[in-house]
């Protein structure tokens, strides 16, 4: 490579938040000319172009194969994406999503997602046309991550997990996400309610999905008020299909008046502040990540946290909160009681969770 490299970035399938975040924290956090880097060459859909500022460095590509249908997409990206690299001259390639079919060398493909991954969670599509879709996207990921220069897992969790399915990959680095520094501020710490007129408000922030378990967070609150907790649920993040069906309609049937348990769709990262600072506790109750994005967010913000005990959390959060199975309502409830009656826990935990987050900045990453 010469001393002034051209990087070309494939975003074309970074559509999620997290995909999303990672670009923009990454993009916004230095300036590549001080590390060599001549100019970047990006690819993505406008949505993700919008969220950049301009830059001298930064070349925008935003091809209308990218607005349409799927196999428009991947053609686009098996065929002609090769073919723009070489013409802007880009001397190696990161690959933002592993189900890339893009081939050209040298290039790092970054892992990003873990359903294919884990066989409980696959079991809960059954026979179906998003078992397949699943199956395949494994395929695409193993091949990508193991035919690419480099791989970059986002923890050690994904890495070993992942590598039991593609096989040993000799060239890779584990390098987790960022977090916004809006998020640094962002709880308050002094709205506890302690003269219990006013409800404790427990803050989930997460797209509705079967191994999110938002359901059973709801009966968890259900039990608790029943028994004379006075408490409240903030959802965060929307969704669609049957598994935000389900949510709804246990919402409506638990609390048809929506006086405790308030759904606000989904929330933009940016506009998330006001939320944890009025939450007292922070609740995270997925089965399935490959890095979990919302998790860090909220360690960083000092707010005291309950936390599923499956996948990476426990290499993420590690002594800075309280865990529970996420797949038991007895579980999750008595994690919550725990939490609220012990003050001291609360605060350690808040501080430790707050200092292991540190770590996580767009800077390092």
Known sequence: MSGKVIVGVDASRSRSGGGIAHIKGIFSSFDPRELGIKKVHLWAFKELHKELEDAPWLVRHCPRALSKGIFWQLLWQRYTLPKEIKKNNCEIILNTDASSILRFNPSITMSRDMLS?????????????????????????????????????????????????????????????????NFKSAHNPSNWPFNKEKPIEILYVSNVAWYKHQWNVVDAIYNLRNHGHNISLRLIGGGKGKPYKILKDKI??????????????????????????????????????????????????????????????????????????????????????????????????????????????????
């Open 117 to 181: 991954y884990e066989p409980g969670e696959m079991k809960r599509y059954g026979l179906s046309k998003s078992r397949l879709r699943l199956e395949l996207i494994k395929i695409l990921q193993n091949r990508s991550l193991v035919k690419s220069s480099a791989a970059l897992f986002l923890t050690e969790y994904a890495s070993r997990v992942i590598q039991k399915s593609s096989g040993k990959i000799q060239n890779f680095k584990i390098i987790p996400h960022g977090v916004g520094k």
């Open 252 to 365: 409506d049937i638990v609390d048809p008046a929506g006086e405790y348990i308030f759904d606000e769709g989904f929330i933009s990262n940016d506009n998330l502040g006001p939320f944890f600072k009025k939450a007292n506790i922070f609740i995270f109750a997925s089965s399935c990540e490959n890095m979990p994005n919302t998790l860090i967010e909220a360690m960083s913000t000092g707010i005291p946290i309950l936390c599923s005990d499956r996948g990476p959390m426990p290499e993420v959060l590690k002594d800075g909160g309280l865990y529970f199975d996420p797949e038991s309502v007895h579980s999750i409830e008595n994690s919550i009681k725990i939490i609220i009656n012990d003050e001291n826990l609360r605060n350690k935990t808040a501080i430790i969770s707050k200092k292991l987050s540190e770590k996580y900045s767009w800077e390092r990453c």
